[in-house]
């Protein structure tokens, strides 16, 4: 569909891909459940899903924001039901009694366990890709040719990821930087080497790779009508493909954050890399604009994530703390250069530009047409008396209007939590305050949907809300600086093929549909 997809007024839902599993799962929300997503959205009159990053993790992660590849697919978002060899060897029928125990666990998880789906998963799938090589490869198929084709197009990133994934994987997931040197130096010789060895393990990566973008296609066919924004990570993990392959682009002994601010008084350290911006700039940034073509190739458009760290960027190394760059003039002019790179691809892009952002940031933004998020809780006139919230609908059209983000607490939450005098303000706005919305007036559903009717009518030409807030939920997906089994794991309550069966999302459906009529959102 392209950037056009997502022009003009229009609606949508921030859900993660692992929240929406249907009930043919296995454990987790897959790519062939995408299309059951979108046709309630259809019906709700939304006409735009934003996902989570779907780049791959490493074993034992959860965070899609540290991933083992800026390009790869998660080989966990797999849906096993439809890869052809599985079908043609009897389907679940197929499975060990030990494994349909282990599906049948999944299935019934209330949330996503990651490392159990990913094991299942993988077991499963390393045997239909032996299968795929004996009846496929080996033999000249069609569908090998379409492998082929696919690896082909897409070597220019697939040759170096699946190459890593191979080593890393013989070195039993160590950090690339414990591998020998010569490996880790990327000696030639060394290189040339593995890929003769693991020749075999090679192919199982790229299968992979090319199993996920068929259905990947598929499932975006199947999702007509509705534009699916992606989102894109402001690094990958020292222990990626990308850093492995472009180890002079990267500083892996500085590490990535925010500084102290009103969230946070210590700041954040996001264990990340942290860019050589001279060696990145010397080589007309190619691996950014790899990774947004890459973008554009699977998304309508994509949120840029801390967009501010692209304009200047905190890192600490050892004792010391420092934005690179340093002066406000060359960061001004690195960000600009680094948006059109983005803006070149193709899709629509939106900054997610939270927290605390320089002015000449939030001016440059609006320079270039990047619409920033408006999360309507922080969208106040903090240096007017009393600090009054901002009315949604003066929100600027170029802008995004949000309630909240996968790291905010749940617009529940947040009203339950907030102070009186916080509450009394909100009630001022004329949408809260002419459904008859006070300071005192709990959470209810009256609440929620008047607070769902003042969104919708913001200026903003995009309104994006989390699917907990459509519902009036009060699940999390994430809870920043904090690791634990809760992170990462959320799920619908109902499969999404059962949504549209549901009595209380054919409500939620209906009462969006009408909001979007009346807002003109409909797309």
């Known amino acids: 569909m392209g950037k056009e997809a997502v022009d003009g007024r229009r609606g949508g839902a921030l859900v993660p891909l692992f929240s929406i599993p249907s009930r043919e799962s296995w454990g987790i929300g897959e790519i062939a459940d995408l299309p059951a997503f979108a046709a309630w959205s259809r019906k709700a009159g939304l006409s735009v899903v934003q996902l989570l990053p779907v780049n791959e993790m490493a074993d034992g992660q959860s965070s899609p924001y540290s991933a083992l590849s800026a390009m790869a697919i998660d080989p966990i978002f797999i849906a096993v039901r439809d890869v052809p060899e599985f079908v043609e060897s009897g389907g679940e029928a197929s499975l060990t009694r030990q494994q349909r125990e282990q599906l049948d ?59 890593f994934r191979a080593l890393h994987a013989q070195h039993d997931a160590r950090f690339w930087k414990e591998w020998p040197a010569p490996l880790r130096d990327r000696d030639p010789q060394a290189l040339q080497d593995a890929r003769e060895t693991l020749r075999h393990d090679l192919l199982y990566y790229e299968w992979l790779q090319w199993t996920a973008d068929e259905q990947w296609h598929a499932a975006r066919r199947g999702s007509t009508g509705v534009a699916v924004l992606g989102d894109f990570p402001f690094m990958v993990s020292r222990d990626s493909a990308d850093v492995w392959s472009r180890q002079d682009e990267f500083n892996v002994d500085a590490s990535v954050g925010v500084p102290p601010d009103a969230f946070s008084e210590t700041g954040q350290d996001w264990g990340l890399p942290l860019y050589r911006w001279d060696v990145h700039e010397a080589r007309g940034y190619e691996w950014l604009q790899q990774r947004a073509r890459r973008c554009a190739e699977l998304f309508d458009g994509f949120r840029v994530d801390h967009l501010v760290g692209f304009y200047r960027t905190y890192a600490r190394e050892g004792d010391r703390a420092y934005f690179t760059p340093a002066d406000e003039g060359d960061q001004l002019a690195q960000g600009e250069r680094l948006m059109a790179v983005l803006q070149g691809s193709g899709a629509a892009i939106i900054a997610e530009d939270l927290g605390t952002v320089p002015d000449f940031v939030r001016d440059s933004l609006n320079r270039l047409g990047v619409p920033g998020l408006k ?41 339950d939590n907030a102070e009186p005098a916080e509450r009394a303000r909100a009630a001022e706005l004329p949408r809260l305050r002419a459904a008859g919305v006070t300071a005192e007036s709990e959470y209810t559903a ?78």
Not at 128 to 144: I, S
Not at 391 to 415: L, N
Request: hydrophobic share 40%; proline share 6%.
């Open 375 to 415: 999360v309507l809780r922080w969208e106040r006139e903090w240096k007017v008396d009393g600090q009054p919230f901002k009315d949604p609908e003066t929100y600027p059209p170029v802008s995004v209007a949000i309630s909240g983000t996968h790291d905010t607490e749940t617009m529940a939450e947040w009203w």
């Open 446 to 523: 009256a609440v929620r949907d008047a607070l769902l009717d003042t969104l919708f009518a913001a200026g903003s030409d995009l309104l994006l809300l989390p699917v907990q807030d459509v519902f009036g939920w009060r699940d999390r997906i994430n809870t920043p600086a904090i690791v634990n089994d809760e992170n990462w794991c959320w799920q619908l309550p109902w499969r999404v093929d059962r949504l549209e069966q549901q009595p209380e999302a054919v409500e939620r459906a209906a009462f969006l549909r009408r909001l979007a009529e009346s807002a003109g959102r409909l797309g």
């Open 105 to 163: 666990a999944l299935r019934r998880s209330p949330s996503v366990r990651h490392r159990e789906v990913r094991e299942l998963k993988a077991g499963v799938l390393r045997h239909l890709f032996e299968r795929f090589v004996e009846t496929q490869w080996r033999a000249g198929g069609p569908r090998a040719a379409r492998m082929r084709a696919y690896a082909d197009r897409e070597s220019w990133w697939l040759r170096e990821y699946a190459l």
